[in-house]
């Protein structure tokens, strides 16, 4: 049986066969379609989504305690969120099966950085597979849990963009159950007090030697021989860019590229004339191949910054000498193109919000999620955005050195702040801080699709559940000033965020409309423009909203007026608001001259 | 032996079907026993911003990604995109570029930007193996403005080595019932402009 699946898919899928019995994760791209799929196609894995991936990672322990097999999924930095239990559950190994998905994102394509985490496997000296397609996707997370019950270790799946979010053609096999083990006390293997976790870090370095022993011998990692002289060492996606540019040398394709297959690989390049590293990203095996003594190349050639893609590859084996000749494009690029950013939506609920801080003017600590694109043109409204939560920490450094005269707002949305942003604003009223945090509930986790959280009422799998009501847990933290508005309230929303500004302490306002997308697309009568009393000033141009477009009629000075398209307008009415001479309308209330 | 291997790169913006557009032909290539890989990118794209999908279909398929410069086939589902992807193509590659315009929010609200008077005659400057596909009036014609993509699907399979009942079959598979009908007449109608046929 075959299947077109995505890398994602493949992995919800391996989890099925391999008899997982538990996943948890937060939403983040480009993980989330793991626990989608298995929460749609593969029911019999229980699945949950966490409040953040730290809450994950140690409900994906307590079931390989409990003895059964756990799969915890994240993008990159989340993992950073996650490496506290990651870094402990190295020493204590595990009881079931346990296997942690890194999602990594080279290129940023919705990410802050592009952090390569294949360090952390060597940081916390925990094994690792790569894939590089969706096939052995599936398989090694299969293999993976082999791994980690055999050596008692958590197991690190390392997936990227171009793995994750690419399709091919996947051979399935039938499910299975799973080692069947129970909860077994043993407090000083699973008890990290100092005298048991000085014992466990030795097992560890006994368990990794072994492991180095098992990477040497694995059919993870592959020899292809194809008789030439210059030999290619590399894994993940940075394989199939070079077999697409340069099939016929021999290759060296690592598959388990933690602890790796250093007494291999040296016969590899002992084998070789020459041998070239490919690897996206940090110089990850490069380092670690020159660190025992050999001769390799390859960053100098292909650079660490962003995706490699066949050309790039193609480039740098020229550079290299290995290649004669590369296909150039022939068609010349188009110069001068406008840019097409992502934007907030037509009736978007954040847009209000924006347009009000940016005529205020305060410094804006910005947030993770559909809202950090107010920092776009025209809107300008966010100042910075380092990681989720980070908007009211910094908020509240901002306000104690009094960095911005016109006042400190932070802005962050529901998911966001149950994520991280809670412990900021308990940081807010402890130290007495005169910031002011708006959170932008949406009821959703939009950014990455829409999905629930402990505020929404529903689990991922779809049942209903305890709701966390974020105003009351806002006056059980100490904030005393909360206000809940209407974003779609332009003049109230500009009224209330001054009020709280200038109110002593920490305050909170709450926006109160859902996403326009989810859980349902919201669609209200729309508005439309009588353009014999719109005078082009441009002024709901500079809201960024898609639904209003440049007409074919100009003003005197030449500039368009503006005109809606209404299979795109929610009805959201903002525009209409701030419309000077309202020429915007509703549909239903408007008469043609 | 026939040319089994082609590359596709589909471009467009979110809401367009340019996923689904690139999932019909995956499958499709899947069923007719070739080996097919697609990626795109998901996540910020889906915001109105570009989206392309990358399609490859041979014998084996290494590379998720096209090769800059390469595809066979650059299918747009906007003109200004179609001109933004061009340079993707191979010069004896074909261009299928729907005449859709959508102007950004970023070209209307500041004058640093404009979006090109003719992004088609932008394009036949550069190449002149494009079929300009009035994709929104067939699918005006048909009732049903959401039909683009399955009408430049239809274009796309004159260049595929596919039979008619495996672009039936994946379509009868992918789309609701209430729009098959809708959906093969419109892929009938695409199925009727070839390059040979578009005055230049």
Known sequence: MKELLSGNEAVARGAYEAGVKLAASYPGTPSTEILETLATRYRSVYSQWSPNEKVAYEVGIGASLGGARALVTMKHVGLNVAADPFMTQAYTGVNGGFVVVSADDPEMHSSQNEQDNRFYARFAQVPMLEPSDSQESKDMLVAAYEVSETFDTPVMLRMTTRISHSKGIVELAEPTQGPEKKFVKNPAKYVMIPSNARMRHVALTERLERLRQYSEATPLNVVEKNGSKIGIITGGVAYQYVKEVAPDLDYFKIGMSFPMPLQRIAEFIKAHERVIVVEELEPFYEDQIKAVGYEVQGKAYFGHLGELSPERVARGLKEAGVLKTVPVAAIPAAQGMFPRPPVLCPGCPHRGAFMALKKLGVAVTGDIGCYTLGVLEPLNALDSCICMGASIGSAIGMEKVKGSEKGTVAVIGDSTFLHSGVTGLMDAVYNNSNVTVIILDNRATAMTGGQMHPATGKTLMGDDAGKVDIPTLARALGVKNIAQIDPYDYDSVLKTIKEQIAAPGPSVIITTRPCVLMPKRIMEEPYVVDLELCNGCSACFRISCPAIEASSQANEHGHPKAEIDSSLCTGCTLCSQICPTEAIMLKSQYVKG | ?200
């Open chain 2, 1 to 200: 032996m026939a040319k089994n291997n082609f590359d596709i790169l589909i471009v467009g913006v979110g809401g367009q079907g340019v996923l689904l557009a690139s999932e019909i032909i995956s499958e499709v290539a899947m069923k007719s026993g070739l080996d097919v890989k697609k990626s795109e990118v998901h996540g910020m794209s889906q915001r109105g911003g570009v989206v392309s999908s990358h399609v490859k279909i041979a014998s084996k398929v290494y590379s998720p990604t096209i090769h800059y410069g390469q595809a066979d086939v650059v299918m747009a589902f906007e003109q200004a995109e179609g001109l933004r992807a061009v340079d993707w193509m191979r010069p004896d590659g074909v261009a299928i570029v729907s005449e859709t315009t959508l102007v950004p929010a970023i070209v209307t609200s500041s004058r640093k930007f404009s979006y090109p008077d003719d992004a088609v005659a932008e394009i036949r400057k550069k190449t002149d193996r494009v079929i300009a596909v009035p994709a929104d009036k067939i699918a005006g014609e048909l009732g049903n403005p959401r039909l683009v993509n399955t009408i430049l699907l239809g274009v796309l399979s004159n260049y595929l080595p596919f039979d008619m009942d495996l672009w039936t079959a994946v379509i009868r598979a992918k789309v609701k019932a209430k729009f098959i009908d809708v959906n093969l007449a419109a892929f009938g109608r695409g199925r009727q402009i070839r390059l040979e046929n578009v005055e230049a």
